[in-house]
């Protein structure tokens, strides 16, 4: 009798405990769903170190109309994340909750760099995104890189190149096109085309090392802005069109037709 007594004793006790947990879990399902948890605030800011250029908060909250559930308890935050990242604006996105009702989101907009085969941009990351190109400030500003896909970042890498050689003849690329078998065509800011040919790179094992004997994309342009300075000089303010830098010692300029004095129309 003793026995069974506390085996019974035991049960009920069990009981009790089962039942106090089901109270419990229940009375927290309950408290994470009062409307004093419900999200009544999304805070947008841009992330440290960065601003907002091209959107505004207030544009970026009305695109995530409805498409946001979940309580500050209950939402999840990787998801939200990519909820953000979906916007066309929006690079990176941070997401925490801020008690009680409350979530913060920090925003890295997409800083672009140039213009991608006339749909697109390309980042500074090299990455393409699609957005409204009407929020640019001027963008005539930008340079045109035409590519095959897949090829952005080596683009970015040619262009970073380009800048910092042509920097000290105050010239920049306007336009940089690689075509289907990797050869390069940069159009200047004083509207001479270079023909580079292909990348010696494109097809060795190692981009970097390229193929032995090619010159390397920098070397060619190194070549070309070295020589300019002086060759610009023996032109006597001719204007050079087009230069062929795919000689394996030099380059070849084409020049601007000359015009033909206005006293010789007149004896026509």
Request: aromatic share 8%; no cysteine; hydrophobic share 45%.
């Amino acid at each position: 009798m003793l026995n069974e007594a506390r085996i019974i004793n035991a049960l009920a006790n069990s009981l009790l405990v089962l039942a106090l947990l089901a109270l419990l879990i229940g009375g927290i399902f309950w408290s994470v769903r009062l409307p004093m948890f419900a999200l009544q605030k999304v805070e947008i800011a841009a992330l440290q170190g960065t601003n907002l250029h091209h959107t505004t908060a207030k544009e970026i909250q009305s695109a995530l109309t409805g498409r946001l559930s979940g309580n500050f308890f209950t939402i999840n935050l990787p998801e939200t994340r990519e909820v953000f990242e979906t916007l066309p604006w929006v690079r990176y996105a941070a997401v925490r909750r801020i008690w009680p009702n409350t979530l913060k989101v920090s925003i890295e907009e997409q800083q672009p760099l140039a213009l991608w085969n006339d749909t697109q941009m390309v980042n500074t990351w090299g990455q393409l995104f699609t957005a409204n190109r009407a929020a640019l400030d001027n963008e005539d500003s930008l340079p045109q890189f035409v590519g095959p896909d897949g090829s952005e970042r080596l683009l970015v890498q040619r262009y970073a190149e380009l800048t910092r050689w042509f920097a000290p003849l105050n010239l920049r690329a306007k336009r940089l096109t690689l075509s289907d078998r990797y050869a390069w065509q940069v159009l200047l800011s004083n509207g001479m085309t270079l023909d580079l040919g292909r990348d010696p790179g494109a097809d060795a094992p190692d981009p970097q090392a390229g193929i032995p004997g090619a010159l390397s994309f920098a070397q060619r342009i190194e070549r070309f802005v070295d020589a300019w300075p002086k060759a610009q000089q023996k032109l006597h303010g001719r204007i050079a069109t087009h230069a062929d830098l795919r000689y394996p010692n030099g380059f070849a300029l084409t020049l601007a037709a000359l015009s033909e004095p206005a006293n010789s129309k007149k004896k026509r």
